[in-house]
């Protein structure tokens, strides 16, 4: 019966997902084609023309941006399940958001224990760290530094990810993970959802503590089970 209510519940959410999706992704259609018709219709100054485009264009990239975040989330669940060296995960994770981090001039220090070992879908679980990475990153427009620690204590992994940035208020960390919740002109509201999802599939849980104007530490508590860790 548990196993079928969870499945109700999932469904549940899928269908909402669904439908809040395609509301997002109607309003740049919308848009498109309103301006497609006023440009078909009339004659159109030249400049007037760049804007509609530049406009265009922007609610194109959004559209494209929701299908590839919502492709992310629709592929189904692999079940590629392994005992993952923690260590070296985190090392290409840093070397993949690197390029990213140097364009915002933004440094990434790390500093992970070494031997951690964890059974879970590694790159289910990359994909949840490397949106939280991105976050704190995007949460530094004039730069700064970006640190990631991961240890060990008793039965469970901690992953801290701490950045510089702009920080949030209690009610703007009560809004993370819910759906389409972006206050960046190009977001798309996706990337912690789908984070905060994925690590708690995995039976683990997310902490967020924050300051406005001085940075966020996000804290990824997951459950190391009996056997999985070298003692
Ligand atoms: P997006 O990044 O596309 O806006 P996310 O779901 O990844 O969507 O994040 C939702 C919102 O949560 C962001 O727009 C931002 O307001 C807030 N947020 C997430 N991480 C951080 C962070 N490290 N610092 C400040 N704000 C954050
Ligand atoms: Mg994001």
Redesign the pocket.
């Known amino acids: 019966l548990r196993k079928e209510v969870e499945r109700a519940e999932k469904m549940y959410l899928v269908g909402e997902l669904a439908a809040s999706f395609a509301h997002e992704i109607r309003n740049p259609l919308t848009v498109v084609s309103g301006f497609l018709q006023l440009m078909g219709k009339n004659q159109i100054a030249e400049e007037a023309k760049h804007d509609y485009l530049r406009m265009m264009i922007t609610e194109l990239e959004r559209a494209q941006?929701i299908i590839s975040?919502y492709l992310a989330i629709a592929k189904p669940k692999s079940d590629s399940i392994q005992l993952i060296q923690v260590e070296p995960l985190l090392r290409q994770i840093i070397e993949l958001m690197s390029p990213y981090a140097h364009m915002n001039t933004v440094s990434i220090a790390s500093s992970i224990e070494q031997g951690l070992q964890l059974k879970a879908d590694a790159s289910r679980l990359s994909q949840s760290l490397i949106?939280?990475v991105?976050?704190?990153i995007?949460?530094m427009p004039d730069g700064g530094n970006l640190e990631i620690k991961a240890y060990r204590q008793q039965r469970k992994l901690l992953i801290e990810?701490s950045?510089q940035?702009?920080?949030?208020t209690q009610a703007?960390i009560d809004?993370?993970?819910?759906p389409?919740?972006?206050?960046?002109e190009?977001?798309?509201?996706?990337?912690?959802?789908?984070?905060l999802g994925i690590i708690g599939s995995m039976g683990g849980r997310t902490e967020?503590h924050?300051e406005k104007g001085a940075?966020?530490t996000?804290t990824i508590i997951l459950p190391i089970r009996r056997g999985e860790a070298r003692e």
């Open positions: 941006a975040d949106n939280i991105k976050n704190g995007e949460a990810i950045d940035g702009i920080g949030m703007e809004r993370l993970g819910t389409f919740y972006t206050t960046k190009k977001g798309t509201g996706i990337g912690t959802m789908v984070a967020v924050s940075g966020t996000f």
